[in-house]
């Protein structure tokens, strides 16, 4: 409970981790989407806690235990706080290891990146995939006509095609769940105005990963490059393109592959944390 909010997650705990790896979904699924139903091996949950990180995937503010809370939630400053109150209390006492490394998809990164920005959750790293600057133009005729209760024709095709990409378990529906009334106003904002503002706060390494058909999002080098030129504070911004992958990278066939590079690099930024640790 933060407040009188009730919160919910899916957690993967290892004692004595190396840091805790928060894992922030998309739109209209849950924090299932990082624990793929029927796939153990393609879990980013089961993945992160072999690796040594203790994993918490978040329901976002207005999913979850918290649906019924949304007239509450207009307020960005409320949904990191949010957030951060609810994996604070998820941990208690248990350690952290170095810190946290925030991991977040599509419209997650919104909160994703708010947590990580100004240090506010004692962030080491940040992982993003499933946005960018400007939407496709085909992309944006679709977006453009989703409500909270209204799923326009050619959505599913952005978000879950190639069908070939992805087990046959997640396209009926198992990991669908109710949207967010805020989400309309952070889809219309993020990239015009609010992904610039916040990434430059961001003060830790960044990963980037493209889905090589990504359908939302306009790819190539020119829009990565204009994806890591936002990070202006931060050390490093690695960009990383996922062959064979579709919007939906951690449910997709290839997500074992995608967890381990995020991994890799989460464990990167591990290390480089303790190394400035014992530096001062």
């Known amino acids: 409970m933060v407040d009188a909010v009730p919160m919910s997650s899916l957690v993967a705990a290892v004692d004595e981790p190396r ?6 979904h998309g739109g209209a699924t849950s924090s299932a989407y990082f624990d ?5 091996r393609l879990s980013l949950l089961r993945a992160a806690a072999a690796h040594g990180f203790t994993a918490i995937a978040l329901d976002r503010p207005g999913y979850g235990a918290s649906a019924l809370y949304q007239d509450e939630m207009g307020s960005a400053d409320r949904r990191v706080e949010l957030a951060l109150r609810a ?4 941990l208690g006492e248990n350690d952290c290891g170095a810190g946290t490394f925030v991991m977040a998809h599509s419209a997650g990164c919104e909160l994703g990146l708010r947590m990580a920005a100004d240090d506010g959750a004692g962030a080491i790293g940040v992982a ?5 600057l400007r939407y496709r133009a085909d992309a944006l005729a679709i977006i453009d006509q989703a409500t909270m209760t209204t799923r326009p024709a050619g959505l599913r095709a952005l978000l ?8 046959p378990e997640v396209l009926t529906g198992a990991l669908a769940a109710g949207g967010a009334a805020y989400e309309g106003e952070v889809t219309a904002n993020w990239p015009r105005r609010d992904f610039a503002e916040v990434a430059a706060r961001v003060r830790v390494p960044v990963h980037f990963t493209v889905a090589d058909h990504e359908a939302v999002w306009e790819t190539g080098p020119e829009s990565s ?3 890591a030129a936002l990070f202006t504070a931060a050390p490093r911004v690695v960009v990383d393109e996922m062959p064979d992958s579709g919007h939906n990278l951690s449910v997709g066939l290839t997500a074992q592959e995608y967890h ?3 991994l890799s690099f989460a464990g990167a930024c591990v290390e480089s944390h303790e190394l400035q640790r014992r530096a001062l």
């Open 128 to 132: 993003l995939a499933g946005t960018g």
């Open 160 to 167: 879950w095609e190639p069908v070939a990409l992805y087990p």
């Open 36 to 40: 793929c139903p029927g796939h153990p």
């Open 19 to 24: 840091a805790v790896l928060i894992a922030l």
């Open 260 to 262: 381990q590079r995020v």
């Open 87 to 90: 994996v604070a209390a998820i």
């Open 225 to 227: 490059a204009g994806v």
